[in-house]
Each structure stands twice: as C-alpha cells, then as structure tokens.
C-alpha cells in the first residue's frame, strides 16, 4: 500500500509539471486557434538558458525564472509581432508549417550554441528527498510541481480576474464582438502569445532540473505536450491539467509496476482509450454536427 501511495503522488508531481509544459500551448490555442509547434523549443530553448546562467552565476534555477520568464515573454511578443501575426488570418496549416520552421530554427540555433550534448541542472537539493512516515518524495520534484501550480494559479487569476483575462477570454469566444466593443483583438493575441511563451520560461527552468536537455530533445515533447491538451481538451486550462495529471499517474503506475519501456506505450494508450469514449477531450466543448456543416 505504501508503494502504491508513493507512485501516485509521485506520478501526480510529475503530472503537475506536465500541465504547466502543455499550459502556454494550450492558452494560445484557445484563444488564437493555432497549434503552436515550437512551444517545446522555447521549453528546451529556457532551459538551456538556465543552465547557462546556473553555471555561471550559480543561482537556484527556481530563482532564475524570475529572469527566464520575462525574457521569454519579450521573445515571444517579438516572435508574435514578427511571425505569427503575419499568417493569423491564414488557414491553421498555415501556423503550423510556421511554428515547425520556427521549431527547426530555434533547434538549430541551440545546436550551434550549446552542441548536440546532453546538459542538466544539478541544484544542491537534487538528490535530496523529503520523507513523511514511509513515503519519499524528491525534493527536485517536489519544488517542480510546486512552483508549476503558483504558476498556473497566477495564470487562471489572470484570465479569470483582471480586465486583460477578461479580454483574452472575449477574443477566444467571440472575436467580432469584442471588437465592437473597443478590445483590440491584435494585441490581445500579442500578449496571449507572448503569455504562452512565458510559461515556457518557468517550464523550460523546471525541465532543466527534471530531465537531461539537450536541442533536439524538443522532438520528445511535441507529442506530450499535444498529447495532454488533446486529452484534456483543445483550448482547456483546467482540461490540459487534469489530463496532464492523469497522464502523469498512468506513466508512474505503469513505470513501477510492469516496466519503464511500457510507460510511455500507456502514456498515449490512455488518450487513445478516453477520445474513444469522448472525443472532445475530457474538458472539450463538443460542437454539434449541424454547427460543423
């Protein structure tokens, strides 16, 4: 019972890490109707930078998101401005060709800064754990998860009680109406955007402690993170985390109790198995076929 114990709260540590990856893909999703391929780049491309700054200034990497975050919000206003806002009225094959070029871009930029070679971050708490009566819980994983959820409450109080979440919110639901009404649709997208890509910041310096980094490890990601909004349903916060935690519990169980090779096979079975019965994600809003016509 107490293994049993200890993989669910670790698959659930590791599954609130998961929502706060898949987080800025889905928000932009929900809003802007684009699947943005190169989220897991700029994840991969934070945590690079934050082993660069760890290993020069040797600040905790939970620290440095207090400098990812903002710079990676500024990239992505920039990449807005420069990129996506240049195909938003396109056909979403559009975004995604754009969003995978970026994503080849990006990878092969890291690859000439950083080589192809495999780097992690080692914080002092690494391999040190926290033990309450018979369970052991990783610290590394513990203060992951932890800051993952101050992260995604910061960004549901965001959407649900300011003036710009309001605003974000209109655009997603009704984009001719909240232009009648005075929001500008062009620089809400900007800020959305750029909101997904700060998420990427805190993710990507999180990501660094977690698992070894290297370019062209964005690749693993892709299919995670879009496996998780998929499941929790396309353009739904609190879907992508409950999917993402879900997911995360599946991975630890099978992982401990048939074999490693077999977690990632249940990772994607359990999609498979819930768009079967639910096609719309567990979140999803599902659109009439008449509506579809």
């Known amino acids: 019972m107490t293994l049993l114990v200890q993989t ?3 698959g659930l540590l590791i599954g609130g890490v998961y929502a706060l990856f898949a987080s800025g893909l889905t928000l932009v999703f929900g809003v802007m109707g684009i699947v943005n391929v ?8 934070a945590g690079l930078f934050t082993y660069e700054l760890w290993s020069r200034l040797g600040i905790d990497p939970l620290l440095l998101t207090l400098i990812t975050t903002p710079v990676m919000f500024a990239l992505g206003w920039l990449v807005y401005k420069g990129l996506v806002a240049r195909v938003r009225s396109s ?3 559009m975004s995604v060709v754009l969003t995978f070029g970026l994503a080849i871009a990006l990878e ?7 080589k192809n070679v495999f780097r992690s971050v080692t914080p002092v708490y690494f391999n040190q754990s926290f033990h309450v009566g018979a369970l052991v819980l990783p610290k590394a994983q513990v203060f992951g998860c932890a800051a993952s959820a101050v992260v995604l409450l910061l960004l549901y109080l965001l959407l649900k009680r300011t003036w710009i979440g309001r605003a974000i919110r209109s ?3 009704n984009p001719e ?7 500008d649709i062009g620089t809400v997208s900007a800020f959305t955007f750029a909101i997904g890509i700060a998420t990427a ?3 990507g310096s999180i990501m660094s402690i977690l698992y070894p980094i290297f370019p062209a490890s964005q690749y693993v990601w892709i299919s995670r993170t879009l496996g998780i909004i998929v499941l929790g349903g396309m353009g739904s916060l609190p879907g992508a985390v409950l999917g993402a935690l879900i997911l995360g519990v599946a991975e630890t169980l099978t992982a401990t109790y048939i074999s490693t090779q077999w977690s990632v096979v249940v990772f994607y079975l359990v999609i498979l198995v819930v768009l079967l019965v639910k096609p719309e994600g567990l979140m999803g809003a599902r659109m009439r076929r008449d509506v579809v016509a």
Do not use: Q
């Open 201 to 203: 910041g805190v993710g």
């Open 108 to 114: 092969g930029a890291m690859g000439m800064t950083w």
């Open 38 to 45: 190169a989220h897991p780049a700029f994840l991969v491309l």
């Open 177 to 183: 109406g909240a232009h009648l009404v005075g929001i």
């Open 8 to 10: 669910i709260l670790l």
């Open 171 to 173: 655009a997603s639901e």
């Open 91 to 93: 056909s979403a094959s």
